[in-house]
């Protein structure tokens, strides 16, 4: 009996919702088009990221070899050989295959680097086979050969990217040298797409000026071996310059380094979904609306409460569900011609110049579909919840009319959503992502558009009271203020949307001015240097000299960045080795705080916000710097006397006084510098002078710029890293226009029997245009000046929470107030223009028809 | 049939009137029509005969196929859309049978609304209003909203608004239609009361015989035209 009552239900239901999308199959198609808009982005985004993060992976696994451990050196100079021998004693490892490896550039290009690894061709090819190369003789059979001194194995991409064949002799330079090889096979175990070249690893350390040091020893461990033990072993032998990397951390540092940027990346893909599931909810309000006397005739039928709960979420479900498996497929598309067109990267630059191949992701696949039905429920929820409280005698009496001026809207929702969102922003960061920052904007909007009811009431009010000359604008302000819950349905649109760009604007603008500012105080000089891609070498003494002797150069400062890999997860850090002018706080460095008094005897050093953040040190501290060359495996202890904003390195960096970094590291060699000129001296005379002071091939690798171009080119990267965020943005936002476009068509089209009397008793077409376009605007004018208050409490989250959390950089909030106006003029105007558009259509029509119910 | 000849120029005039539905069934083909200053005539038919379409065309809210409709000796074939507008806002009050009133207006901005649309003073409108609620028996609900209203209510305040701005011309279709008998006989002699005070002419479609005997005289419509049944 009861399966049968259900049945009955279920067909009622079934017919009710065909009937409702055969008589309004447009609202339905829109509904299901935001929410597959929304699936398609996010999942997309995801799909390109994966792709390209797997690309990446694949290159670090590729470089690595099959090597079960590794011991990598923490700076490019590597850590001295006597700990092969040490590792290849321990019980437990089955083999050691130590490895120099150096970024190496073509004498030919300088765009083309080659990851050059020295090897023990014997070792190796029982550790790491897949990185032996294989000799190809011309017109001789191939073969497997040990390597001599000037022979280099090349990959298909390093061939390629080259332009060289097999017998080729090919000049590499990596570490301040430059030596010529010959091209004698390929590395065929060498995934496509990765540029590594192979060399003897004698040739490698003697050639390359690297005796005695090693940047790397592969190990394969014994079967059965107890992984933990050994690790507990090779950590006991290992020197402070050397460290662990195993396949998972090695993962999880090309990971971290990215994580942050692809998850806002996602988040803001999901911006579209959730404007998408406002539109469901504005679409099924509506409709929910204009069927009570529908829901009524079922409840007094005999339909349950809950089946009419079931019908309206069942419809959502259907909408979300047809939309997110349509979503899905167009994200396939879309992420397939980015990957095709424009490769890897989305801007960001954590992955630039790849050409990943697409992977579909099932689990993420199935994430976004879930995801994309959940928005559609949640914007049908309260509908249905409306739908299933109503009170079939008082509605069926009523014809529908709900609207009851009299009614005070909801006074705590709001808030209490609002508190929980501030609230949500104070907690810290969880697993290095901004969990609650995120929760915080999502309540913040929950609460924002909780509040558009009471809101839209507390400013009409004092119009309202007011009795206007223009009929039509009484009218207008009349009904907003006395149906402020329908208000709301077209506002949660408008709120959601301006209220997110604003937010995103003023955090660009923020942004986007704090680093052109620091670009500012840290550039101070007028010619910056800069030896291409070589962190291990660069300009010596004697280079140094002439280069400080040109005529023209009032003052020269020559400077060291090397990477130094202070965490097996974490990307190296940038040591910045420079003058630094004790005198002035921190020679010019813009500090965060105040810069500490240096201890009597201590080597002070200033950490960057990121470093600070990533390794958890404060000003005061003291820490080890793995950084003696000579002084093979020590540590040199400095002091963390200040911390300083940096917006070029997300992983971190320490800057270093230029005497201390030669005193503790050995390295003399420098591979920046900044140059004062002389009064009077001409950039360009003093640029050719001094690249005529050094050798062609090291001249060929100097490049030189003046700050304004540095400036210009540094905004070109931020206004391209942030190319895909407008791109996301905006597509956000039109879904969400769309939604208002929507509601208010819907809306006009309801109420073309309030027209039609309205022309019974006098009103003119125009003024019920004109009423509408009042309407609109006054709609567009609450929802503006509510989502500028919502964007700017939001952009403080992303601001203060996110971006912290995130990257791991702070900035003063800087307001785009052009900005401002023009969206405040484009969204009144465009909410203005959609009323007036819709009551057109209702007007359209023969609205005097509609006062007669039974014509 | 036709009632005596008075020497009194007709409020309202329709000759030859003529009008089809789109599919092109005839809905009355030759109607004629006259009313005096003052006049209440009550029309019945049956279902879909064209009561409510002849209230349109007399409104100039739809337009005829053939012959013509004169209010005050004005051609309203004559009139643009604004100017019969125009016409309606002054001339013509208005009773539905649904009602219509605005949920988001108070009982007297409801009321007072054609006086609004004509721009008089808001405080002179508000009085006005305030004045025909109490005499449809509503005094003191002014401030009230719609929502809580009855339907017999509903439709006092709706004939309160045909009144409020002093119409020549006053169109009720089916406004009992809605209601349950004993309040429809109480709001039909409010109606016929209040419009013999008003001094007002007023044209009454109704299916109802009850409802047409307040009308000074009965006329039925038929596809041939307009027959009077009954004159006081």
């Keep these: ?855 | 049939m036709h009632g005596p000849i008075i020497p009194v120029a007709p409020l309202l005039s329709v000759s030859a009137l003529k009008k089809a539905v789109p599919g092109g069934r005839v809905l009355f083909g030759d109607l004629d029509l006259t009313l005096k200053p003052g006049e209440f005539v009550a029309i019945t038919g049956e279902s879909g005969v064209g009561k409510s379409t002849l209230l349109n065309l007399i409104a100039g809210l739809d337009v005829a196929d053939a012959g013509s409709i004169a209010i005050d000796g004005v051609a309203l074939d004559s009139l643009s859309d604004d100017a019969r507008t125009l016409l309606r806002r002054d001339r013509i009050g208005f009773v539905f049978q649904a009602f219509h009133i605005l949920p988001h207006l108070t009982l007297a901005q409801n009321v007072a609304l054609p006086l609004v649309l004509q721009r008089g003073s808001s405080s002179d409108a508000m009085a006005r209003a305030t004045q025909l609620l109490d005499s449809v028996g509503l005094a003191g609900r002014g401030p009230d909203y719609p929502k809580a209203l009855s339907g017999g209510e509903l439709q006092r305040v709706a004939i309160a608004r045909a009144l409020v701005h002093r119409p020549a011309l006053i169109l009720a279709d089916e406004p009992t239609g809605n209601l349950d008998p004993e309040t429809a006989a109480r709001i039909l002699d409010l109606f016929a009361k209040q419009v013999r005070v008003s001094g007002a002419a007023a044209l009454l479609v109704t299916h109802s015989s009850v409802a047409a005997a307040v009308a000074d005289r009965t006329m039925k419509l038929t596809r041939e035209g307009l027959a009077e049944i009954h004159a006081v």
């Design chain 1, 1 to 855: 009996m009861r399966s049968e009552r259900n049945s009955i239900s279920t067909r009622c239901a079934r017919w009710m919702i065909a009937g409702e999308w055969r008589a309004h199959p447009g609202r339905a198609i829109v509904a299901a088009i935001a929410i597959a808009i929304g699936v398609a982005l996010g999942f997309a985004v995801h799909l390109i990221n994966a792709s390209a993060l797997n690309e990446f992976a694949r290159a670090v696994r590729t470089v690595n070899g099959d090597s079960d451990l590794q011991i990598h050196s923490v700076t490019p100079f590597g850590f001295d050989e006597a700990l092969y021998p040490k590792l290849a004693r321990l019980s437990g490892i089955a083999g050691a295959s130590p490895a120099v490896e150096l970024s190496a550039g073509t004498s030919e290009d300088d765009e083309t680097r080659i990851t050059l690894l020295g090897l023990d061709g014997l070792r190796a090819g029982f550790v790491t086979p897949n990185l032996i190369g294989r000799r190809v003789e011309i017109g001789a059979p191939e073969s497997e050969d040990a390597l001599d001194e000037s022979s280099l194995f090349l990959s298909q991409a390093a061939l390629d990217e080259t332009r060289k064949n097999i017998g080729d002799t090919i000049t590499l330079s990596a570490a301040g040298h430059e030596v010529a090889f010959t091209i004698v096979g390929t590395l065929p175990g060498v995934a496509e797409g990765q540029s590594i070249g192979a060399i003897d690893i004698a040739a490698a350390q003697w050639r390359f000026g690297q005796l005695g040091r090693l940047q790397r020893i592969d190990l394969k461990l014994a079967g059965g071996a107890d992984a933990e033990n050994i690790r507990a072993n090779i950590i006991a032998v290992l020197p402070a310059d050397a460290e662990i990397v195993s396949q998972e951390s090695a993962a999880r540092r090309s990971d971290s380094l990215s994580r942050a940027y692809r998850v806002n990346l996602d988040m803001l893909a999901l911006m579209a979904l959730l404007s998408g599931a406002f539109l469901v909810y504005s679409a099924q309000s509506l409709s929910v609306a204009r069927r009570r006397s529908q829901f009524a005739l079922l409840r007094v039928l005999g339909v349950q409460r809950r089946a009419l709960l079931a019908q309206v979420l069942a419809e959502g479900a259907v909408v979300g569900g047809i939309g997110a498996g349509l979503g899905l497929v167009l994200g396939l598309a879309l992420a397939s011609a980015a990957l095709s067109f424009l490769g890897g990267d989305l801007g960001g630059g954590y992955f630039e110049g790849t050409r990943p191949q697409l992977i579909f992701a099932p689990v993420a696949a199935a994430v976004f579909l879930v995801l994309g039905l959940l928005a559609a429920l949640f914007g049908s929820l309260l509908p249905a919840r409306e739908a299933a409280r109503a009170q079939p005698a008082v509605v069926l009496k009523n014809e529908g009319d709900v609207i009851d001026p009299s009614a005070v809207p909801a006074v705590w929702t709001a808030p209490i959503l609002l508190a929980l969102g501030g609230g949500a922003a104070l907690v810290p960061a969880v697993g290095d992502l901004p969990v609650f920052g995120y929760l915080s904007i999502a309540l913040m909007l929950a609460g924002g558009v909780a509040a558009m009811p009471l809101l839209a009431r507390l400013l009409l009010a004092p119009l309202q009271r007011f009795a206007f000359a223009a009929a039509s604008i009484d009218l207008a302000l009349k009904r907003l203020w006395g149906a402020p819950s329908q208000a709301a349905i077209a506002l949660c649109g408008i709120v959601a949307s301006t209220s997110l760009m604003v937010a995103m604007a003023v955090m660009i603008a923020s942004f986007r001015i704090s680093v052109d500012e620091w670009m500012v105080q840290v550039l101070p000089s007028d010619l910056y240097l800069h030896v291409e891609g070589d962190s291990s070498g660069g300009l010596d003494v004697e280079l140094q000299k002439k280069l400080a002797a040109v005529p023209g150069i009032a003052m020269i400062d020559f400077r060291k960045n090397v990477p130094l890999r202070l965490s097996p997860d974490q990307p190296p850090i940038a040591v910045m080795a420079r003058t630094v002018d004790f005198n002035d706080a921190a020679g010019g460095l813009p500090l965060i705080g105040q810069s500490l008094p240096v201890p009597e005897g201590a080597v002070p050093v200033w950490l960057s916000e990121p470093g600070q953040w990533l390794y958890g040190y404060r000003p005061g501290d003291f820490l080890e710097l793995p950084i003696g060359r000579e002084t093979a495996g020590e540590t040199t202890r400095v002091f963390v006397a200040g911390i300083w904003r940096d917006y070029a390195r997300q992983q971190g960096s320490i800057v270093i006084g230029n005497e201390d970094y030669t005193k503790a590291s050995g390295d003399v060699l420098r591979t920046d510098a900044a140059v004062d000129l002389a009064p009077g001296a001409r950039p360009r005379d003093v640029i050719d002078a001094m690249r005529a002071e050094l050798p062609p091939l090291l001249a060929a690798r100097l490049t030189v710029a003046e700050p304004q171009e540095l400036r210009a080119l540094a905004m070109q990267i931020f206004d391209r890293s942030f190319a895909v965020t407008y791109l996301l943005e905006a597509i956000a936002i039109l879904v969400g226009l769309s939604g208002v476009a929507a509601t208010f068509s819907a809306q006009t089209l309801a109420r073309t029997k309030e027209f039609g009397m309205l022309r019974h008793v006098g009103v003119l077409r125009r003024q019920i245009v004109a009423m509408l376009a009042a309407e609109g605007a006054l709609l567009g004018t609450i929802g503006v000046v509510a989502g500028l208050a919502l964007g700017l409490a939001i952009s403080q989250v992303l601001i203060n929470v996110v971006n912290p959390q995130s990257f791991h950089w702070t900035m003063e909030t800087r307001l785009p107030y052009g900005l401002f106006a023009t969206v405040t003029i484009v969204l009144i105007a465009a909410a203005a223009g959609t009323a007036l558009f819709a009551g057109r259509r209702a007007l359209s029509g023969d609205a005097v028809r509609a006062v007669r119910e039974d014509w």
